[in-house]
């Protein structure tokens, strides 16, 4: 891919080299995929109001996430099995993500261990499911503290897999999860593997014992409501990730973007705001920061620059983004990431 | 039909299989076939608030109508002359419904008579036009009641017939009348038999000489506004129906869906809600039983599958209504139908 | 056209046979057409609140405009050149709208004298434009009084000639001018004609000195806003036609039926109120009458009909239009034309 | 180009007649070009409310932008580089505009000199990028008033360049910029040409100095909100234009039109008001000048009539504007611009 100018550059490229099984995979979302279009739609129908004559000469785009420095407040969500889409798998997206100076979320599913993720630096985080077996569980949050994981992102919005129609039409790419060692190696379909991996019984209760095992901080990822956020950090929770998994999980929930202000709102400042879905644009990045989140997740577009050239390919779209980002932050008249306010969104 | 993922897929499937007069009987709508459309459209538009971190490992489905248990609160819509779409004509989909523990509501217009789709078991209906015969009228109530339907289901929304004009091109379909005695062997058209079964005189004064022909409860089906929804149950209704009659009646009313809270609310409890247009989805009952109704039916769905497979072909639809319910209540953080509260639905 | 079904089949057919100049100059409107759509999608946009169990069974469309009956509350609004569609040119119209007991507007462009069309019988009304010749627009006053019209209508919203862009580029058609005794007989273009017959000038004053040369009740056409609907009555105007003359005056201009409720409220019953732009319905007409016109004037929809069979053409649409409406007020519950409430309108 | 009708038969014509990378520099905009639909789209939705009955029979156009009297409240807008367009350049633009009596202003890009283009006469003003060579700046305001120049329009929605995809993919064409000595012969691309010329330093104190190198009246172009507008108005500006840079510098901003009436609102006459963007009909300057604008600007329309037949095509392309302005302000019945009221817009 040369001269990639925008993030659908990566994924034109990349729809064209993947395996239809493996593509239909990764683009599906659940039923109807009204929320898989609605994520993106949202950002593009948002208006901003810009303010001029503003020093913009030094862009400042760091900014923290629980307490660490990050050169950017981007980072890369947590997605399943990236050997799907480049034989470096997760280790491209992760030495990327360091280099770029920005946090990694490490996947339960990824088809490399966890520890050999840690291989790459930088700030990790890892996201974790309370599997039905908890001493499992507890297990892979000791594995994590041990290899230099900061934190760990819980993913609350999969008591059940969503009906993913594609996936139940094609079949699920063959899968190889590293992390668990009760799965035989020859793998099994993501349904199979879901059925051991997620627990429908899961409360607030589990995220109390959760909470009791490890001094990490944790992050509650699948928040769709402000009252779920005031839960959250109710039960402890440093951070509430809103996001509708990508539209994979239920259909017709709002774009995760149209929720951050009332999650913003009903936390008031007790715990960070994340999210992700739907973002392609480093304006959307801005857009997400003016509404009062913390940091902004890449999903999609990272593997769409992995199996486009590994980690020179999501080096090169974090690279776009980041310089998307300064751009609408200097024509906002926003120079430092703090300076991006609410009321600049319509 | 291998492996049928939703509901369209019946519907894919039946459209190559139909006559094309028979197709556009089933499939046509008054008018432009504004509310045709806007019927399933309605559905789309609505956005979800789930809630997370409830024990949604034991889904309950089961609910009652008129005091009866159901296993899920689906019902099969009283759709006319199934034996344009299969050789089992009604009984398929009251066997089918009778297995899946669902109310199934027979109509005057059946190419069975109601006596042998009792044969089917299970919670039935009787569908009812007040004929400009009332002594008819009367003796199809009597039949019904003896036959052990549990309930009357009088259409209110057909004092004359609705300008379908698919079927005023193409002709209706031939049609038998199994119920009705007085119509000939040879059948007639929709139109024709139309004559005699809707009275555009009846009036609400109608509705309490009904009432006085029968202990059976009733239904008013066809009831798009809060006001007559009010004059139902004071005039002794069991429960308001919210139908447009699958948009083949007047074009250009509401989608059904969007009409449910204003007459729940009109209600306030002293009746139960049924609504009916534009299921295709477990999702979409969910919305339904989410806004206040306590059954959600289907018409068209069933007439697909019973094309594609009769019996077997309407219980792997029911089937997969419920699957979607089961899922979506689920994900939705609702795993009773009680769970499912006004406020997940914007 | 054999058994037209909707007014859609006679523009379907009309198109067809039609000279492109003439289509042009008949389905053109001014600058980008938006008002043109407009008109007929805001009819299609409305959403109708339908009553039951009312006793409909003898539908009564009549009504009275101007103190005079009409079998129906619909008229034949002014157009201009009947020639260019049939050989029967405006007679043809007047004949069938006698037939039907409905009024028929007559234009002072039309291709047959006043007198001529008189012949027709029925209700008849005179279309008028205030010219810059006050004399010869006295004189045509004369003509249809001698003639027994029994209203002016008064066009206000052509002080001077929108751009119609479809004629700019054609050019509009040869037009003949029977009313017109200083227009020569081989006939010029429309904006030759136009230059004649329009005045810039024209204000409330000469509406006072029209008012003063006659005792004919006089209609103003072309009215958009509650005010100038206020100053209309002031000024004498015994009815006010919403209109914004079929989208070829002036674009972006609101759909008619958008406006009616405003002039009717600013009315408050002191002046008939009529509308005309987009109808192609009888559940148009019902929609018009529900938000309180007295009359829904149908345009372009009788020049196709026209094209297709004349008299008899007109007829036939004309019969359509009335059991569109029968059928929309049965399904309403509104057996009257007085039955029909701004509440069935949303 | 014959008889064009309209400004889209200019730019279709140019369409076909450009070099693809000067049409992909002409037509792009930044990003997902969200913006540059927008203007235009804005425009198309708006509806007016028409007054009749008004004496229309003497158009009056003029008006007077800073205190000097033009003929039709409209301008043309500082667009760069005309010679890619036509060999006569930034000349045959400027002649037109003087000869149809409104004002001119001259880029800072241009391709001749300003002095060059002073010799169309007319009323002209400048356009001026902050540069970060102070002292340059400071000469080609001095050059402009000793040309003539009447007003200096500062551009501040570029403190950095927009993310032109089109440009990033094609290359902009090359330059050449007649008034810039610094600037090599030989030309460079857009982009270097910008790291000289913008400046993302530049803030409210530069306006005051600016301010106090000259006693020409400035205007402030690019500012989109009330606030911006309100603080040029405390830093001595003479007008503010509202401008989004025609979508090629941040998109997702809102139309302009629609930010004109909060400007308007915030300067509560303090200072003029003019728009840019998206305008390509008399309609458009007619409803921007009801929303409070003093004068509208036309920019891409102006190089698609260069393109067609250099200061001949531009001329024609005012014709029609004024034109169809004169149409619009006599069917809203409004004969003097003053008559173009806010209530006339929804």
């Given at each position: 891919l040369d001269n990639p100018v925008n993030l659908y550059d990566f994924q034109t490229h990349a729809r064209a080299r993947l395996d239809p099984?493996?593509?239909a995979y990764l683009e599906g979302g659940a039923l109807d995929e009204v929320t898989l279009?609605?994520?993106?739609?949202?950002?593009?129908?948002?208006?901003?109001?810009?303010?001029?004559?503003r020093?913009?000469?030094?862009?400042?785009?760091t900014s923290t996430v629980l307490g660490r420095s990050i050169a950017v407040p981007v980072g890369i969500a947590p997605t399943a099995q990236h050997h799907l889409f480049h034989a470096d798998a997760e280790l491209a997206a992760a030495r990327a993500a360091a280099s770029a100076g920005i946090?990694?979320?490490?996947?339960?599913m990824s088809s490399i261990s966890l520890e050999e993720i840690a291989q790459?630096?930088?700030?990790?985080?890892?996201q974790l499911y309370i599997q039905q077996d908890r001493v499992l569980t507890e297990k892979l949050v000791q594995r994590a503290v041990a290899a230099g994981y900061k934190a760990l992102v819980v993913t609350v919005d999969t008591p059940v897999l969503g009906r993913r129609e594609r996936d139940l039409r094609l079949g699920s790419p063959r899968q190889t999860y590293a992390n668990l060692d009760d799965i035989s190696a020859e793998g099994e379909t993501l349904?199979?593997?879901?059925?051991?991996?997620?627990?429908?019984?899961?409360t607030w209760d589990d995220i109390d014992w959760l909470r009791s095992t490890t001094s990490l901080p944790f992050v509650l990822k699948g928040i769709m409501t402000g009252a779920d956020a005031s839960l959250a950090?109710?039960?402890?929770?440093?951070?509430?990730?809103?996001?509708?998994?990508?539209?994979?999980?239920l259909d017709r929930l709002p774009a995760t973007i149209d929720m951050?202000?009332?999650?913003?709102?009903?936390?008031?400042?007790r715990a960070e705001v994340y999210v992700d879905g739907g973002v392609r644009r480093g304006l959307d990045v801005a857009i997400g920061l003016a509404l009062g989140a913390r940091c902004v997740f890449l999903g999609r577009p990272i593997l769409y620059a992995l199996t486009c050239d590994g980690e020179r390919g999501v080096a090169a779209a974090l690279r776009i983004i980041e310089a998307e980002l300064a751009n609408a932050m200097a024509l906002l008249g926003a120079p430092r990431v703090a300076d991006l306010e609410r009321s600049m969104v319509v």
């Open positions: 099984q493996v593509l279009h609605e994520n993106e739609q949202a950002f593009l129908r948002k208006r901003l109001r810009p303010r001029v004559l020093d913009v000469s030094t862009p400042d785009l946090p990694f979320v490490g996947s339960t790459a630096g930088g700030l990790r985080w890892m349904a199979d593997a879901a059925k051991r991996l997620i627990d429908p019984r899961i950090v109710e039960h402890g929770a440093a951070a509430v990730w809103v996001s509708n998994h990508g539209g994979r999980q951050v202000a009332e999650v913003v709102d009903a936390l008031a400042g």
